[in-house]
């Protein structure tokens, strides 16, 4: 079985700014034995599953979707290499038809999801190789670290038993009553959480891959609601936020938050394309500006005169100047290699500085080329 305790330290900036401040003058100015005090203040959740996960898996991605609630509930920024979230699992195995689970075994220094998964794979195989070793009895109650650069966890300390813990009662901390009033009363005021976020996502007609995309990050979730809600086709601004816009946040590392880039102007981007204003290709150009400077698609369009062409005579006018000054190639052609068609095509989209609609430009060009000379 695996069992998650997961740590969430809530988002007080102004608890940490104070707590820091006081942790700094007491080492530049007092001589005494220093206090770490970066957490004071800040409050602490703690959730403890139950034992009933029998996958990393399936443990990694309850903790994931917990940073994700998180996050979207606006409590932590969820973030595990701050610390703000931690990950702790314990681990024990059973042979197949036994009742009682085996002795627990926890593990700490767990910074990544991907670490989680990769931890308990390995402590699930140290400890399987110790019972059909038949050295079950060296599996004790301990807690181990994960070593990300060895791959392997490592004893830290053992474990007392819980009788050992020595909990004391604390007489200046009244107990606190929650009312099912008062729990109804939030739970009715919760956002749209991750799970109903994709589900309409799903009913939208999304593929699972766009869903767990566009849903798992609240700021691109939000991004694309804002998107969708100008009109956009749906599947056309799914396509761009996880192809050229997921891309360029990659490349620029930068959240969709910090490009310049709004859901309006893509919405309006999306439109021009699908209107047949401007192509795929300048529509693509116009988008890397937009996210670098920002600005307004009408007024990109405007200034750059990309206002696509849709007029037959004037296409087939620059067909029969690209033909005319490429007669070899349009020999070859005629002679059966067709191939360069995607040559011609080219010329075309470059003398009209690739303003022409593809469509009509392949039409007419083919028309040209199979015709008798």
């Not at 970066?38 to 990694?60: C, F, H, K, Q, Y």
């Not at 990309?306 to 067909?319: C, G, N, S, T, W």
């Not at 005629?334 to 039409?363: S, V, W, Y």
Request: proline share 4%.
């Amino acid at each position: 079985m695996v069992q998650c305790i997961v740590a969430i330290f809530l988002c007080w900036p102004d608890f940490l700014f104070v707590a820091t401040f006081c942790m700094i003058s007491s080492q530049l100015t007092i001589p005494l034995t220093n206090v770490d005090l970066n957490r004071a203040g800040v409050p602490l959740l703690e959730i403890v599953s139950e034992p009933d996960m029998r996958t990393a898996i399936e443990a990694a991605e309850y903790a994931a979707e917990l940073q994700r609630l998180v996050r979207y509930l606006g409590v932590s920024n969820g973030n595990m290499q701050e610390g703000s979230l931690r990950c702790d699992v314990n681990i024990s195995i059973r042979p197949i038809g036994q009742l009682e689970f085996g002795t627990k075994v926890e593990i700490k220094n767990l910074n990544s999801f991907s670490s989680v998964s990769r931890a308990i794979d390995f402590e699930i195989s140290r400890q399987v190789l110790l019972h059909t070793q038949g050295q079950a009895n060296q599996i004790v109650q301990e807690t181990r670290l994960w070593e990300e650069g060895a791959q392997k966890t490592v004893t830290m300390r053992k474990k007392e038993g819980l009788a050992d813990y020595r909990y004391f009662p604390e007489p200046d901390l009244p107990g606190v009553t929650i009312s099912e009033e008062y729990i109804n009363g939030i739970r009715n005021c919760l956002p749209e959480l991750p799970e109903m976020k994709r589900r309409r996502y799903e009913k939208l007609g999304l593929s699972m891959q766009d869903v767990l995309f566009l849903a798992n990050d609240i700021n691109v979730a939000a991004f694309f609601d804002a998107t969708i809600g100008t009109g956009a086709d749906v599947k056309l601004a799914a396509n761009w936020i996880m192809g050229d816009i997921a891309a360029y946040m990659k490349n620029e590392k930068l959240s969709i938050t910090d490009i310049k880039l709004t859901p309006k102007e893509l919405g309006e981007l999306i439109a021009s394309i699908k209107g047949g204003t401007i192509s795929g290709k300048i529509g693509k150009e116009i988008l890397f500006e937009l996210m670098a400077k920002g600005g307004t698609v009408e007024g990109l369009i405007k200034e750059k005169d990309l206002v696509q062409i849709v007029d037959p005579a004037e296409i087939e006018k620059i067909v029969d100047k690209v033909l005319a000054a490429n007669p070899k190639q349009l020999e070859q052609f005629r002679g059966g290699k067709t191939k360069l068609q995607g040559f011609f095509a080219g010329q075309i989209m470059k003398e009209t500085k690739g303003k022409a609609n593809p469509g009509l430009l392949n039409k007419i060009l083919l028309e040209k080329l199979n015709a008798k000379s």
